[in-house]
C-alpha cells in the first residue's frame, strides 16, 4: 500500500511540474506559431527548454532522487530524445499527413509523451532503489 501511495504521489506531483512547464511551453508555442513559425521548428526549440526546467522540478520535487545527478541527468536527456521522437512522429504523422490543425495536434501529444515520460522517469531515470538506499547508482 505504501508503494501505491508513494507513485500516487510522484504522479501528482509529476503532473503538477508538468502543467506548470507545460502550460507556459503551450502558450509560447502558440503565440509563436500565429507568427507563421513552422510547428516543428518550434517543438525543436522549446522542448529542450521545457525539458531542463522539468529536469529540477522533477527530481528535487516530484521524485526525490537522492542519486547522482550526472547519471539522472544523462537517463533524463536519453528519455527526453525519445520523448522528443514521439512528439516529432505525432506531428508528422497528423499534422503533415493526416492534415489536422497543429494546435490541436500539438496538445494532445503534450499529453502523450507525458505519459511515456512520467514511466520512463519512475523507473529509469530517477529509479526508487537509489531513494530507498538499496543501492548505487
Same mark, same amino acid.
Given at each position: 500500500?505504501?508503494?501505491?501511495?508513494?507513485? @500516487?504521489?510522484?504522479?501528482?506531483?509529476?503532473?503538477?511540474?508538468?502543467?506548470?512547464?507545460?502550460?507556459?511551453?503551450?502558450?509560447?508555442?502558440?503565440?509563436?506559431?500565429?507568427?507563421?513559425?513552422?510547428?516543428?521548428?518550434?517543438?525543436?526549440?522549446?522542448?529542450?527548454?521545457?525539458?531542463?526546467?522539468?529536469?529540477?522540478?522533477?527530481?528535487?520535487?516530484?521524485?526525490?532522487?537522492?542519486?547522482?545527478?550526472?547519471?539522472?541527468?544523462?537517463?533524463?536527456? @536519453?528519455?527526453?530524445?525519445?520523448?522528443?521522437?514521439?512528439?516529432?512522429?505525432?506531428?508528422?504523422?497528423?499534422?503533415?499527413?493526416?492534415?489536422?490543425?497543429?494546435?490541436?495536434?500539438?496538445?494532445?501529444?503534450?499529453?502523450?509523451?507525458?505519459?511515456?515520460?512520467?514511466?520512463?522517469?519512475?523507473?529509469?531515470?530517477?529509479?526508487?532503489? @537509489?531513494?530507498?538506499?538499496?543501492?548505487?547508482?
Amino acid at each position: 500500500m505504501a508503494d501505491i501511495h508513494k507513485s @500516487v504521489m510522484h504522479l501528482f506531483r509529476y503532473g503538477l511540474v508538468g502543467i506548470a512547464t507545460n502550460l507556459l511551453g503551450y502558450f509560447i508555442y502558440l503565440l509563436i506559431a500565429y507568427f507563421g513559425v513552422e510547428p516543428k521548428v518550434l517543438i525543436t526549440f522549446l522542448y529542450p527548454i521545457g525539458a531542463t526546467i522539468g529536469f529540477f522540478g522533477n527530481r528535487q520535487w516530484a521524485f526525490t532522487h537522492k542519486g547522482s545527478m550526472l547519471k539522472s541527468g544523462f537517463r533524463y536527456f @536519453v528519455a527526453h530524445c525519445c520523448g522528443y521522437l514521439i512528439n516529432l512522429l505525432i506531428l508528422l504523422a497528423f499534422v503533415d499527413r493526416l492534415g489536422y490543425p497543429h494546435q490541436w495536434v500539438q496538445a494532445a501529444a503534450i499529453i502523450a509523451v507525458a505519459g511515456f515520460l512520467f514511466v520512463t522517469f519512475k523507473y529509469f531515470v530517477f529509479p526508487e532503489a @537509489v531513494n530507498c538506499g538499496r543501492g548505487s547508482e
